[in-house]
């Protein structure tokens, strides 16, 4: 048994994404079955209509997402595919209580499309229109303007009355980056308010990092711990696993 034991305390040292996996699917097992479902709506936009929203706040990328990352060839790509009329991969977003959408998956393409379109870059590397290198946005002739914009994308909408732990789980499953989020960072982009607000601020203005020798805590393990502990202090009584939920 001793053994058996041993084993299992290995595996969860060598996997321990699969343990954290095993936890999410545990918590969508712990609401009653009728909540189990993902509501979503589809919309196709044009490309257009995106950049106007992502403008106008009506969508946003949220904190939790990493960085721009993408190389000006890269993006350029994009731009390209958009005129050959390749297919783009669904862009999935998030329903806010207040109507805003945010994006949980394709924050690089998005902020691609809105860059182009503002002129913050030029196009390089093209490979099906090299005529069209060194061009702006605006130095673009109109009906290529008119061509990239009218071209429209598939986005599936997660809506807001779909149970907290259902858009967990599905957080986690399109978490597939090359850096992934962690449960704390993917908690801090569905939850985001006041509570998350507190436990950032606790961390900063307190002794926490140093009495626990954090040098550097981008990934945000400080909070989850603050946010664990009013959890458990607050209402341990009624805690059931996972933790992770």
């Known amino acids: 048994m001793a053994s058996k034991r041993t084993a299992e305390q290995l595996a969860d040292v060598l996997f321990p994404e699969a343990l954290e996996q095993e936890d999410f699917a545990d918590?969508?097992?712990?609401?009653?079955?009728?909540?189990?479902?993902?509501?979503?709506?589809?919309?196709?936009?044009?490309?257009?209509?995106?950049?106007?929203?992502?403008?106008?706040?009506?969508?946003?990328?949220?904190?939790?997402?990493?960085?721009?990352?993408?190389?000006?060839?890269?993006?350029?790509?994009l731009i390209e595919s958009l005129i050959i009329q390749c297919p783009i991969p669904v862009i999935y977003l998030n329903q806010e209580s207040d109507e805003k959408l945010s994006v949980i998956d394709g924050n690089q393409r998005l902020t691609t499309m809105r860059k182009y379109f503002s002129n913050e870059f030029p196009l390089k590397g093209l490979t099906a229109y090299p005529e069209l290198?060194?061009?702006?946005?605006?130095?673009?002739?109109?009906?290529?303007?008119?061509?990239?914009?009218?071209?429209?994308?598939?986005?599936?909408?997660?809506?807001?009355d779909t149970h907290p732990q259902v858009k967990f789980d599905v957080f986690e499953r399109l978490n597939s980056g090359a850096t992934k989020l962690t449960p704390q960072e993917l908690r801090h982009g569905l939850y985001f308010g006041d509570l998350m607000s507190l436990a950032t601020k606790a961390v900063k203005e307190s002794n926490f990092l140093t009495a626990l020798e954090i040098k550097n805590d981008k990934r945000m393990k400080a909070e989850e711990l603050v946010l664990r502990f009013w959890a458990l202090s607050e209402n341990h009584a009624n805690y059931k696993k996972p933790l992770a939920t």
Do not use: M
């Not at 709506?41 to 990493?66: A, C, H, M, N, W």
């Not at 109109?142 to 598939?154: D, K, V, Y």
């Open 27 to 77: 918590g969508v097992l712990s609401i009653p079955p009728e909540q189990r479902k993902l509501h979503t709506e589809t919309y196709d936009f044009t490309v257009e209509t995106i950049v106007e929203k992502l403008i106008d706040g009506s969508i946003f990328i949220p904190k939790f997402q990493r960085r721009y990352v993408w190389s000006d060839a890269q993006a350029s790509r």
């Open 133 to 160: 290198d060194g061009s702006r946005f605006f130095e673009l002739d109109p009906r290529f303007q008119r061509h990239i914009q009218n071209r429209t994308l598939r986005c599936i909408v997660i809506l807001k």
